[in-house]
């Protein structure tokens, strides 16, 4: 029977994934001094991250026996959630690690990305790194190459997306302590502040069809001002990043939100916990605008404003609070849009 190319390219990056994710799962144990290892406050995430150092200290690294034990402990996070047992940063950022998937599945990075998502907000010193890793594994299981490149081979960052994060954005990530070092002796830009006042301004008040129409076209002209900024490298601090993050969210693209996410992210990991609204919106309408169902109700439609399709796997009430969303029992009403 002959395998179609396609089929052979797709077996091929899930083999590479399913390598490097093995690779860098080696990661999260190689802390530097200033940093200490997560200490989960839950005993049984704490026996599963042991049971999952044990495998991944042996040399050579026994994939088996690794695909074993995350499947196990993937499934249990997964329980754990629903009981409403993950409590602190700490516990948030080993789930994470925990519900690693070496197959490369769309849920199970999905999952990884939301709960390293809720170990950056609770303030985990180590969750941005985590974060970084979970959503260059989560665009490649949407079939979109890296966009901040912490997957790497031979030091190298590897199956790049063609638009890759912006360089602030990377830069963040690469060295989080002199972008927050940049951040505290920059000033806020003016011309994204002004971009974002426009663009909410734009919104207040009942929306006709004249009036979405004249939005639509300020929104164009707005966002392409704010990519010329960003790409000039004016985003320095996280009010710049949430700024421009308000803004782009409004694209109505999956590349514009992706874009909203990332710099959310850095808005929140800059020291703007304003931003934090912004980081599950634009996250729900990036997997909205790509045909998946929404993860923290944030997103409504249709001529009575209900909630859009919703998949709550894997989702409860306190991460959809800590990621700026509302109980799912008080969702049922749209609020007030921005």
Known sequence: MLIHPTHRRASRVCSAIASFALIIALGPGRLSAQQAAPRPSNPELAQMQAALD???HQQPINFTAYSKVTESSRKRVVDLIASDALRTA???LVASTLASDPSGFYESRRLEHELALVALVMGQPDALRRVGLTWDGLN???GRGQ???TYTRNGVANNMDPEPAPAVVRELFKNPA???ARATAATNNADLQKMRDEDQADREGEIDQAKMARMQVNDSVRQTRTLELIEEGAPKTGRDMHNAATVMQHGGRPESYRLAHELSIAAI???DTTALWLVSRS???LLLSMGHRQRFNTQYGGAETKPMP????GVNDRIRVALGSRRLAEAAKAPGTR
Do not use: Q
């Open 90 to 92: 700490d516990d948030f």
């Open 54 to 56: 044990s495998v991944m």
């Open 310 to 313: 919703l998949d709550s796997t």
């Open 269 to 271: 990991a800059l020291g």
């Open 178 to 180: 002199a972008a927050r």
């Open 140 to 142: 490649w299981s949407m």
């Open 283 to 285: 996250y729900d309408r």
């Open 147 to 149: 966009r901040i490149g």
